[in-house]
Structure formats: structure tokens, C-alpha cells
């Protein structure tokens, strides 16, 4: 009897299932080794792939183009003064494009806004000039959270955003309020119709830190009713120079209202502040500052809106505005008023085209806006707008 044949059949079948084993263990081995972090380069913790699928992602984008005239001479940089909105005279400027990424879950919630064009290159950080906002929070017990980062301001009840507010142009005590703001935020949400929160911030108006002197708030919310809100804000803070012998402690408090009807927007805000070691006569006492606006709007149909707003600023020992400079060289302060009207069309909710006016003028008579005969007291501007976002 021939043998040769089964046995070979035999060896074969047995070499087959050994070499069906090796490969499973050797495919088992390499998936092991998948799992090892060196083999992914410095991914040591969870993969960065993995979110909570529970958590929702809401991405839009806003953009909002001008044209503007200006009856003072620009300054540095091609705008006029108090440039944020619309701060080049006489050709077709962007005044911001934006993209946002909001994520949330039930005790997580950040945010990331991306931006462009003549505000944020005008009025924003110079190091952090494409980021309005990027933020983190987390629920840590029932209705308290705690949120890190960077944030666009909450002092003030107009925004940089000109679709969130009645007019096209920003008050002047807007322009020296913060507009963004670096640190950490707890709020407890007291109920539906009242909040709390504590602040501490870098510094008063920047996302880098100055003097390593942190700036401290408190902020409160309070809802009296589906068309009636009220916001306080107050922040204490000491901006001198590192390395300052003297302190320049200073308390900004904010007070807004806001309301909303079938007809009328209308909001309304005041603003003090004190500084010590600030007076510009004697820089031993302390020195106050006082402002105030009342914007409305009234809609006449479902598309077209007017609106109006006054404003007053007196900072006359130059607490927020900086060195302030008369046609004689002299160190005045800023004390001025102004009005704005203007038209609002909404072809649809998220889109809208804007033609204002506004006047400004400096008390008393201080000759503050340049000109190209001289300085001026008096100041006239024009906007045409037009925005949308989705």
C-alpha cells in the first residue's frame, strides 16, 4: 500500500490549520499593537475623534459691507475717530466677516468665532486680531457653570456685531467700554428669569494679560418679564504700567435696559466709573467718569423700521479715552454728545439694508476732530449698510 499520498494530504491539512492559526495570532498581535500609543504618534489620551454624540453643533457666518462719509479728516490707519464700525470715509469697505462653531451638550458648551475686515483691524487685539471668541464651559452641579477663555464683552448694551444693536454706528461710550475679554466666568442660573455671575479677566480691555493685576466682576441679569430685561455689570481693576509705584485702581459700573414689544425696541444704558491717582490737575486724587445713550427703534410694517438714538460721554480726566488733545496741544478730556437717526429694511429676518445719519459734538467746544483747515468741535457722518447671516 502506497502511503505517500494520505500522509502528504495529512502533512498539508495540518500545515494549513498551523498556518490559519499563525495568522490569526499574528492579525491579533498587530491589532494589540494598534492600541499601544507610541504607534500613534503622541495620541496617548482618547482619540481626538471620539465626542459625545448626545452633544449638537450649530455652525453660521455673518457679513456686513458699508459705505461712509465723514465731514473730519482720517487719521492713522485711514479711519476716522472712534473707528469700529464703518471707520472709512468715502469707498465701499467689509466691515466684518465671521464664522462660528457652537457645540453643546447637557454639561458641555463651547464656542469658536473667526473674523475679518475693518472692525476687528480697526478696534480689536492686534495679537489676537482673527479670534473674537473661543471659549469652553462646564455644568458643575444643577444650574452652575463655569466657562474659560476668550469672550466678546458683556459691559454694555450695544455689541461689535452691528446686526445686534438698533443702530449702524456704536455710541461713543461704547467704543471705550471693553469690547473683548480673556479669563473665566461662573454663572448660576438662578431660575429662568434671573442670573449671577462672577468675572475675573486679565485686564479691562485685552485678551493678553498687562500687569499680571487681574480684573474682578460681578454681573446680574434679571427678566421682569417676556419683554422687559435689566443687566448690571460692575468691574474693578488696576491697569498701571508693570512695574507702576502707583496703582490706578479703577471701578467701571454698567446699568442696562432692554426692551422689546410688537412696535418698539428700546434700550437704555448708564455707565460711572472712578480711577484713583487720576486727575489730570492733581495726580494724587481720584477723578470719575459719567455716560449714558437711549437708542429706539419703531417698526412701521414687518419689513421697514426707523430708529434714533442719543448719546452723552464726559470722561474729562481721561479715565478710558487716553491723551485727548485741544487745537492747542492741551490735555482736555472728552466730553461729548450726539444723536443718530436712520432707516432699517429687512427683506427677510436675517438680512438687512441700513441708511443713517449721526452728529457729534465735543463740549465745550473742544476742538477734537481734525479737519483740513484745522480742527473741528463738530463732526457729520453717513453710512449706507448692508448685512445677512445664516
Not at 478696534?123 to 471659549?135: P, V
Not at 460681578?218 to 421682569?224: K, M, N
Amino acid at each position: 500500500m502506497n502511503l505517500r499520498k494520505p500522509v502528504l494530504l495529512l502533512f498539508c491539512a495540518f500545515a494549513f490549520g498551523a498556518e490559519a492559526q499563525i495568522i490569526d495570532s499574528l492579525k491579533s498581535g498587530l491589532d494589540q499593537y494598534k492600541q499601544v500609543p507610541v504607534f500613534q504618534g503622541t495620541r496617548i489620551a482618547t482619540s481626538q475623534e471620539d465626542v459625545d454624540s448626545n452633544g449638537r453643533l450649530t455652525i453660521s457666518g455673518y457679513a456686513s459691507v458699508y459705505y461712509a462719509v465723514y465731514s473730519d479728516s482720517a487719521g492713522p490707519g485711514n479711519y476716522h475717530a472712534f473707528p469700529t464700525v464703518s471707520p472709512q470715509g468715502d469707498a465701499f469697505g467689509l466691515n466684518i466677516v465671521q464664522l462660528s462653531a457652537r457645540y453643546r451638550t447637557e454639561r458641555l458648551r463651547g464656542v469658536i468665532t473667526l473674523h475679518g475686515g475693518d472692525i476687528p483691524r480697526s478696534a480689536w487685539s492686534a495679537r489676537y486680531n482673527f479670534l473674537q471668541e473661543a471659549n469652553v464651559g462646564f455644568r458643575l452641579v444643577k444650574n452652575l457653570w463655569l466657562d474659560a477663555g476668550f469672550f466678546r464683552t458683556h459691559i454694555g448694551l450695544e455689541s461689535i456685531q452691528p446686526r445686534e444693536n438698533i443702530t449702524m454706528s456704536l455710541a461713543t461710550t461704547t467704543y471705550f467700554e471693553p469690547y473683548f475679554l480673556s479669563g473665566a466666568k461662573l454663572t448660576w442660573y438662578i431660575n429662568p428669569r434671573l442670573y449671577l455671575q462672577l468675572n475675573a479677566f486679565n485686564s479691562f480691555n485685552t485678551f493678553v494679560d498687562n500687569n499680571k493685576k487681574k480684573a474682578i466682576g460681578l454681573s446680574a441679569y434679571y427678566e421682569a418679564s417676556k419683554k422687559l430685561n435689566f443687566t448690571f455689570n460692575t468691574i474693578v481693576t488696576d491697569d498701571a504700567p508693570r512695574g507702576s509705584q502707583q496703582s490706578k485702581t479703577r471701578n467701571y459700573t454698567n446699568i442696562y435696559m432692554i426692551y422689546r414689544g410688537r412696535k418698539w425696541d428700546i434700550g437704555a444704558e448708564i455707565n460711572g466709573g472712578w480711577q484713583e491717582h487720576s486727575k489730570l490737575s492733581d495726580s494724587t486724587a481720584s477723578s470719575t467718569l459719567f455716560s449714558s445713550l437711549l437708542a429706539v427703534k419703531y417698526h412701521l410694517n414687518g419689513n421697514w423700521s426707523v430708529y434714533g438714538r442719543g448719546e452723552y460721554f464726559n470722561d474729562p480726566d481721561e479715565i478710558l479715552t487716553g491723551p485727548v488733545e485741544d487745537e492747542n496741544h492741551r490735555l482736555v478730556g472728552l466730553s461729548i454728545w450726539g444723536t443718530t437717526a436712520g432707516i432699517e429694511y429687512k427683506p427677510i429676518p436675517n438680512a438687512y439694508v441700513r441708511i443713517e445719519s449721526r452728529y457729534l459734538e465735543a463740549l465745550p467746544k473742544d476742538q477734537v476732530f481734525a479737519g483740513p483747515k484745522g480742527n473741528h468741535h463738530e463732526r457729520w457722518e453717513g453710512i449706507l449698510a448692508l448685512g445677512f447671516w445664516f
